[in-house]
């Protein structure tokens, strides 16, 4: 019983705060991406934490849709993706970031408008191409890149230590049709 529970509370936690693919494969996915992670264990759990502190808090939000909203951190550093309807909106999910302990800045990269369905179809579909890409690239950790596409804007956030790896993940997102533009959020170290 006592397990159950528990299972329950982290299932309902961790859907609270947009990580069902945590739970879906997570065991594998998630040594193999902290084995091929660039920023230190301790790093990448604060960044985490950060992450998941914004994304319930625009969700709570009344204001903000915050399941329309992608949350990356980077060493402190928030980058906020996605499309909101409203400058307003906008503001205040910047607003909301800023507050996060632990927070160093924030970048916004939020689209004010609407997307349809269609729309979200077809970043799927781009985002999807874009992954396999990294995927069949050798020199690629693709696990330590993170695709966000939103109305054909892509954005790439993620820690590599070669620049020439950078300018291919890049170049891999920009060939990709669809694609409309990219956001380099990537880090050499």
Do not use: W
Request: aromatic share 2%; proline share 2%.
């Amino acid at each position: 019983m006592k397990v159950g529970l528990v299972f329950s509370s982290i299932i309902l936690m961790t859907v609270a705060v947009g990580c069902v693919p945590a739970i879906i494969g997570g065991g594998a996915a998630g040594t193999y991406k902290v084995a091929t992670e660039q920023r230190t264990p301790e790093v990448l759990l604060n960044d985490s934490t950060i992450s998941a502190r914004i994304k319930t808090a625009l969700i709570e939000d009344g204001l903000v849709k915050g399941r329309h909203i992608d949350v990356d951190t980077q060493e402190g550093q928030v980058i906020l993706s996605g499309v909101v309807e409203s400058g307003l909106q906008e503001a205040r999910a910047l607003e909301i970031a800023r507050s996060v302990k632990g927070v160093v800045s924030v970048k916004n990269n939020l689209q004010v408008g609407s997307r349809t369905v269609g729309q979200y179809i077809d970043d799927k579909m781009i985002g999807n191409r874009i992954k396999t890409e990294l995927i069949n690239e050798k020199r690629v950790r693709s696990m330590s890149i993170d695709v966000d596409v939103h109305n054909g804007v892509v954005t790439l956030t993620g820690v590599v230590n070669d620049p020439e790896i950078k300018t291919r993940i890049i170049s891999i997102a920009q060939e990709v049709e669809g694609t409309v533009s990219v956001v380099d959020n990537i880090v050499v170290k």
